[in-house]
């Protein structure tokens, strides 16, 4: 089992930056591919980044590409994703998960383990 606890959101205006962290206990991190996944008001729960377990391979949704960046500190066991330039569309619960495999799914159903959200709002 692995526990997955998000934090960082808040309120930022338009163009603004956060960095939002993921820690996890239990089982090593290393041993989880790693993703972030947003859910906006109204909307379904969508693929935002996603990083390999030992972090040479990295993904996007299209919207972020250049703007965000996933990293990951297996030895701190936390996944981090760097938001800049951030746009009032980026406002959502963000969600960290883990999935036990090499590289992150843009699936939600393939992950098993889930943090509790951390809310990211962006005002213009």
């Known amino acids: 089992q692995v526990q997955l606890v998000e934090s960082g959101g808040g309120l930022v205006q338009t163009g603004g930056s956060l960095r939002l962290s993921c820690a996890a206990s239990?089982?090593?991190?290393?041993?989880?591919?790693m993703g972030w996944f947003r859910q906006a008001p109204g909307k379904e729960r969508d693929f935002v980044a996603g990083?390999?377990?030992?972090?040479?391979?990295?993904s996007y949704v299209d919207s972020v590409k250049g703007r965000f960046t996933i990293s990951r500190d297996n030895g701190k066991n936390t996944v981090y994703l760097q938001m800049n330039a951030l746009k009032p569309e980026d406002t959502a619960i963000y969600y960290c998960?883990?999935?036990?495999?090499?590289?992150?799914?843009?699936?939600?159903?393939?992950?098993?383990?889930w943090g509790q959200g951390t809310q990211v709002t962006v005002s213009s």
């Open positions: 998960a883990a999935d036990q495999s090499i590289v992150a799914s843009h699936d939600p159903k393939f992950y098993d383990y």
């Open positions: 239990g089982r090593t991190l290393s041993s989880y591919a």
């Open positions: 990083i390999s377990r030992g972090g040479a391979i990295t």
